[in-house]
């Protein structure tokens, strides 16, 4: 690679359509990519502002609310001379003498609701200003999110809750965290009471406390008349800021790569990369000169987006460990859409390949993020930490690790096997999409260890797939751990096989059987090599989840002696025996192919499901 | 300058390439000729560094043809003009002369000089509004924009107007007379046959046959004598005021000779007559691949 013509290309991908755009184009793009700069902050740290001033408040000067309601811009202040103003409707809340009076409606009602957590958050901001912390917050609470199997477990070995009136909080074996978790509430309410008068009046959280609080209860807003909820009803059911967040950060990249997708199959259409291949340099300076002003143009994109959010969240300049953390996110959108550009024969079929990488990418950032209170869920996206980084939370080193290594190797993975299509012979060829794939995965096997490189090669692809899967049936309740299994089985049996098929689709191995044990052996053993980077799960406690457990580890829970070694060692046969039975269909042709993967597939769920029903 | 060891390329199970051994002096100018799918383009590209054999090896002005440094060497000319039609001439020249280490001040001369021997005008018109023999004069300045030693063209003049065509055949030709070993490939036989020192002929990936003219046309032609007599004999037809027989030896002419002379007339005019490049490919191509 020289760093001197990889510049040179990338200043030409910039420069060369520099002539095609006129003026007023230009103009109407940079009007719109300041409008974004602009607004995203505000959005994105805000929210979008629907409800500005939509409560009619009635208050006055001297009130101990005036300065509540001036914080939340729910509200909008109306003169009004008595509080007759509340039948006539010209205001929703009438706060005097008598305090605080809602008007005879939903609307009232609902404005109501607001005053009361309004004055909860600015007596916390207020609390939170008290140079003594330790009085402001007497009691200090850490909340633990616990399985619901293994909360069960030990209910039913203390005092057998089958009513829900025996809470955790009243089990005396029982030190789950969310018995502290309602103290503080109680205070919390307590201390709201003190300051905000009638509004604070509310008992549930307090009652709930002694009575049926729900384990982990943050906010309480669980009715009044209720004791117990579903953990929907602890929590805001949706982090609606978070998404938002996430969502900033993604939609830039979608519209990056659909350019640069275009950019990468022009040179494919027309033979027109025929000359620069032909000149003296190398792909890789061709693929680094033209992805690079890309890639610089979606971090200089994200990190204005990510410094922007922080001064506005936080007033300070910051947003570098965000800029770290969208840069696998980034490199994977590229290295996606260029493996698809190396695919697809047309713009159409373009289109449909950075669809696709969108909708599984974006799935990819936003879906963990909806797990913003169980971290190893969250942690899959980089998009968390973005979020973490801009709301100034801590980021620990394995939890960073553990979110951009996985996009990061899967980007390099797409680059490398694009990067391999890169060439005369596969740039101008009409093979079909699937004929490519072929090609990219065949191209650097020659020999029987080669099979077993690309399988570890594609470990990160696997893991990817695994997490994301993770996040989208972690909500399936029961069901959750034999789909994930099903996942498991699927993707891993065809990352350990589909090469080989590959392989002798290019006629790279003699159609032996021996040979095709020989390459389902290196094939095995090279998953089960690469499997190990599954241990960055556990460095970061994501198989304390018994979905994450299953489907990553396997599980070997509460075993030793010989067990241990077993379940060491069964993994490589199974993933040699396996791999070996899909080498003996390929060999033949793609539907015995296909009929040994399905038995391949087979024997490797029904391993994991003995696995995990016995172990886990 | 040029060497070509049993160059092999398959495709799949497809040969398309079977072979090939050949060499090319420097200053010369090699022809490859041969129907579509002969081989030609692959050789061509494999020579270029394009494709990689499946088996043999080639060099180029010293240098393997896998090695970058080559390529400092090589022009090449593809059979169309893949060229990034939002560029004008002068940004697209400059940014092949910037990837091939010419400086700038030598490369706007180049260029300058070489659009100047073209006859290109409209040098700031971006690509795309251009016509596709200014297209293809644009493709051969940056072939030259390095001043290589060796040239590659697959079918300059492919899908021009003749005008053009001979412009740049012509052109061509000039390069060659300025010493650069140039390697040829047309359908065109024509062509082939004005600028060519040597030529191969192949088909169904091989080279079936190779030499200079004079030696394919010996090899593979026919040589025919136009015998013109004042009398008339068997097989003769009246042309002007003579009778025209053609005959492919000599001892025919001599046959011919006594025939006139016993009807009481003579031999007034003999004329010999070679085949065409354009006969001798159809006489190769027509007896098969080689040995057959």
Avoid at chain 1, 203 to 223: E, H, I, Q, R, Y
Wanted: glycine share 10%; aromatic share 8%.
């Amino acid at each position: 690679m020289n760093p001197r013509k990889l510049l040179r290309i990338a200043r030409w991908e910039v420069t060369k359509n520099a002539g095609g755009l006129d003026r007023r184009t230009i103009a109407v793009v940079v009007v719109a990519v300041a409008g974004l700069a602009l607004v995203a902050p505000v959005v994105g740290v805000g929210g979008v502002g629907v409800d500005d001033g939509i409560y009619r408040v009635a208050v006055d000067d001297d009130s101990q609310y005036d300065d509540v309601v001036a914080n939340d811009s729910t509200f909008t202040v109306r003169e009004a001379s008595s509080r007759d103003a509340l039948e006539r409707g010209t205001v929703d809340l009438w706060i005097g003498e008598r305090g605080v009076e809602p008007a005879d409606s939903r609307k009232g009602a609902a404005a109501y609701e607001e005053l009361r957590e309004s004055a909860s958050t600015y007596n916390n901001q207020q609390l939170a200003k008290e140079g003594n912390q330790t009085a402001a917050f007497p009691v200090s609470v850490t909340v633990q999110f616990r399985e619901q199997a293994s909360l069960n477990t030990s209910l039913g070995a203390g005092s057998g809750n089958s009513d829900g009136d025996d809470s955790p909080a009243t089990d005396p074996d029982d030190d789950s965290p969310s018995t502290g978790g309602d103290d503080s509430e109680t205070d919390q309410s307590g201390t709201e009471d003190d300051a905000t008068g009638s509004v604070g009046d509310d008992d549930s959280t307090a009652d709930g406390n002694t009575g049926g609080a729900p384990p982990g209860g943050v906010t309480g807003p669980l009715s009044e008349d209720e004791l117990s909820g579903s953990p929907a009803d602890i929590n805001p059911p949706f982090p609606f800021q978070s998404l938002v967040l996430a969502f900033i950060f993604v939609i830039p990249l979608n519209f990056l790569i659909q350019a640069y997708g275009s950019t990468m199959l022009s040179e494919r259409l027309k033979r027109r990369g025929e000359l620069l291949l032909v000149s003296p340099v190398t792909r890789l300076d061709i693929i680094g000169g033209k992805t690079l002003p890309y890639f610089a143009g979606a971090m200089v994109t994200e990190g204005a987006i990510a410094v922007g959010l922080v001064y506005v969240a936080r007033g300070e300049l910051g947003g570098l460990i965000s800029m770290l953390a969208i840069m696998p996110l980034v490199l994977l959108f590229l290295g996606a859409t260029f493996l698809g550009s190396m695919f697809a024969r047309s713009f159409k079929e373009l289109t449909f390949v950075t669809v696709t990488i969108t909708v599984v990418l974006t799935s990819y950032a936003f879906v963990p993020a909806i797990f913003t209170d169980i971290d190893s869920l969250a942690l899959i996206s980089p998009l968390t930490l973005v979020v973490r980084d801009l709301q100034g939370e801590a980021i620990g080193f394995q939890g960073f690790i553990f979110s951009t290594l996985p996009p990061l190797l899967s980007a390099l993975v797409f680059f490398g096997l694009g990067s391999g299509l890169y060439r005369e012979e596969d740039m101008f060829d009409q093979r079909s999409i699937s004929g490519k794939v072929l090609d990219a995965l065949a191209g650097p096997i020659s020999r029987p260890y080669h099979v077993g490189v690309m399988t570890m090669i594609l470990i990160p692809f696997v893991f990817v797939i695994q997490l994301l899967a993770i996040a989208l049936l972690f909500a399936t309740g029961d069901l959750s751990v034999p789909l994930i299994l099903v996942v498991v089985a699927v993707v891993e049996e065809i990352a350990k096989s589909l090469h080989i098929y590959a392989s002798y689709d290019h006629n790279r191995f003699d159609a032996t059987a021996r040979v095709a044990i020989v390459l389902g052996i290196a094939s095995g053993v090279g998953f089960f090599l690469g499997e190990k980077i599954a241990l960055l799960a556990q460095l970061v406690g994501l198989q304390n989840l018994a979905v994450a457990e299953a489907g990553l580890s396997g599980g070997v829970a509460d075993v030793s002696g010989p067990v241990v070694i077993l379940f060491l060692l069964a993994p490589l046969v199974l993933h040699i025996v396996t791999a070996a039975i899909s080498a003996l269909g390929a060999r033949k042709n793609r539907r015995a192919y296909l009929l040994a993967l399905a038995v391949a597939i087979a024997v490797h769920f029904v391993y994991n499901f003995t696995v995990v029903r016995s172990f886990v | 300058m040029i060497e070509a060891w049993e160059l092999r390329k398959e495709y799949g199970g497809f040969v398309a390439v079977e072979g090939s051994s050949f060499s090319v002096d420097r200053g010369e100018v090699f022809g490859i000729i041969g129907p579509n799918g002969a081989g030609k383009t692959t050789t061509l590209k494999m020579l270029a560094g394009l494709l990689e054999p499946t088996a043999g090896e080639a060099e180029v002005a010293g240098y393997d043809v896998s090695e970058t440094e080559m390529r400092h060497q090589l022009g090449f000319l593809p059979e169309e003009s893949p060229l990034y039609e939002e560029m004008t001439p002068k940004t697209y020249l400059d940014f092949f002369a910037d990837l091939y280490d010419v400086d700038s001040a030598v490369a706007r001369e180049r260029r300058e000089e070489t659009l100047d021997d073209l006859d290109l005008e409209h040098r700031n018109r971006q690509l795309g509004d251009m016509s596709k023999g200014m297209k293809r004069k644009v493709a051969i300045a940056r072939s030259l924009i390095n001043d290589p030693e060796v040239l590659i063209y697959d079918e300059p003049a492919s899908g021009l107007d003749p005008l053009t065509t001979n412009y740049i055949i012509e052109f061509t030709e000039r390069l060659a007379e300025e010493g650069k070993t140039i390697i040829f490939s047309a359908h065109n036989l024509f062509h082939v046959e004005s600028i060519c020192d040597r030529v191969a002929i192949m088909n169904e990936g091989e080279i079936v046959a190779r030499g200079d003219l004079d030696r394919l046309q010996d090899e593979y032609g026919e040589t025919t004598y136009h015998v013109y007599t004042t009398v008339e004999i068997p097989e003769s037809v009246r042309e002007n005021g003579r009778y025209r027989t053609v005959v492919e030896s000599m001892e025919a002419v001599d046959e011919r000779r006594e025939q006139a002379q016993a009807a009481g007339g003579e031999v007034v005019d003999i004329r010999t007559e070679q085949s065409s490049l354009e006969e001798v490919f159809l006489n190769v191509a027509q007896s098969g691949r080689p040995g057959q």
